[in-house]
Nanobody
Framework: VQLVESGGDLVQPGGSLKLSCTAS????????MGWFRQAPGKQRELIAG???????NYSESVKGRFTISRDTDKNLMFLEMSILKPEDTAVYYC?????????WGQGTQVTVSS
């Protein structure tokens, strides 16, 4: 299994960004997947998940601002982020939900700064 995240960038506070995750060796339509992030000096945390049945869950820190979705035909997963805050700065990863049991990808850097 290989996971590849993309879409990270430098964005101003209050801005928006959309991250993508693609995978080989696993089909999103049959697996629960999530987005994790790791800020400098902090542990990696789970912030959003979507079950194989399509149910979505969010951490309190991103609820109402972030939206997780997927395109099962293209085997892609997305994280739409809005009203970004400096504390959202982190490397973002996709992995299985909720345990993150798959090999980790390289992640994509999101930096929120003016």
């Amino acid at each position: 299994v290989q996971l590849v995240e993309s879409g990270g960038d430098l964005v101003q506070p209050g801005g928006s960004l959309k991250l993508s995750c693609t995978a080989s060796g696993i089909l999103f339509r049959f697996n629960s997947m999530g987005w994790f992030r790791q800020a400098p000096g902090k542990q990696r945390e789970l912030i959003a998940g979507i079950t194989s049945g399509g149910m979505r869950n969010y951490s309190e820190s991103v609820k109402g601002r972030f939206t997780i979705s997927r395109d099962t035909d293209k085997n892609l997963m997305f994280l739409e982020m809005s009203i970004l805050k400096p504390e959202d700065t982190a490397v973002y990863y996709c992995n299985s939900y909720p345990s993150g049991r798959l090999p980790w990808g390289q992640g994509t850097q999101v930096t929120v700064s003016s």
